[in-house]
């Protein structure tokens, strides 16, 4: 499966970003020929230690709650530990989407004016990618337990709320006095995550925030002080001074976007028949500029995963080769600051706007 981000209007002309799941045909990685997918994941660990698909806060705490709440026992629905999750999660969109706010990176926002039903887990009317298998080892990672038992605490009702509708079976329709009796009670308090509101309340961003810094601070952004000092003293512009980064000299993103595009020009010269010399020279000079730490054992002429076979140093067209994939990376790799990857920066770059405690 493969998360892709989609554009729409809606009635009253606003832009929303929804996340959607689009069926690929193909194994994992086959969209990545030359590996360099992992390569750069690696690369970005040693900055940013969390996965670059996510983009809300109010998931992290969300996904470490109902974990938790699993597994404490507290919820006790006499159905699987899957469908609780799904059926939680459902309420929980249903929740996020009855606003006029923008649904930017709400999952399976775009089911928002189909039947969802909350009152059953995996009724193949859901998306696959769910919140869970997005957000689980980052919020693992990311959520301190002090946070999710500080959040129950405050909200102790909903355990009985949740409990009560995880009981229920059957169509919305049946269900919709319950149903909006459920949403009104679990809408009382401003700083609950069904309250409707897709960013968390204030106090909860302050802790994840605080959290959010100390991890960081621990990886290789660290030592940047000036660099910290703009992510986390100014969130809001976190965006735009991490843009500056894939662009520095100071750090290895800029050389391995440029040895990235270069490389995959070259092959693709090659496999028009076309002269190749001179992208291949600068192919290989912008892999000498990638410092050695940086290579993680990268060969100057990575062996192919997939599309491409090679003789000699030439890289030639397979049978499972992909028009439409490779026509995608060049796009990529032509465009003028060939910025490939961002590396994670742009899931921190939002994680930290919307933490950001004058966020609106």
Known sequence: MKLVKKRKRDEKGMNHNFFVIKPVEFEHGKEDPFGFDDYSAKIAQKYIPFSGTIRKPIYLLFVAYVNWLITHKLLKGGISNEDVRLRVEKLLVKCLTLSDTSHNFI??????????????????????????????????????????????????EQVKLLNDFLKRTGTPDANKRYFDSLIKQLRTKKSSMFFGNPLLARKFREALFRN?????????????????????????????ALEQVLHSEDYPF???????????????????????????????????????????????????????????????????????????????????????????????????????????
């Open 107 to 156: 999952i399976g926002s775009t089911f928002r004016n189909r039947n969802i039903n909350p009152f059953k887990g995996n009724d193949g009317n859901w998306v696959v990618q769910n919140c869970y298998k997005i957000y689980d080892k980052s919020a693992e990672d990311l959520v301190p337990p002090e946070l999710i038992e500080d959040y129950h605490n405050k909200h102790i």
């Open 254 to 360: 800029k050389s391995l976007n440029h040895w990235f595009s270069s490389f995959i020009l070259a092959v693709d010269a090659d496999i028009k028949g076309e002269n190749s010399k001179s992208l291949w020279a600068t192919a290989d000079k912008r892999y000498h500029d990638i410092e050695n730490e940086y290579k993680h054992g990268k060969a100057q002429r990575p062996k192919n995963k997939c599309w491409f076979d090679r003789v000699a140093d030439k890289y030639i067209k397979s049978d499972n080769f992909s028009e439409s994939g490779w026509d995608a990376l060049i796009r990529k790799a032509a465009r003028e600051d060939h910025l490939l990857y961002t590396f994670r920066t742009d899931a921190l770059g939002n994680l930290l706007k919307e933490l950001d405690q004058y966020a609106s």
């Open 212 to 240: 959010l810094k100390e991890t960081i601070k621990k990886k290789e952004f660290g030592a940047d002080k000036e660099l910290m000092k703009k992510l986390f003293v100014s969130p809001s512009k976190a965006p735009t």
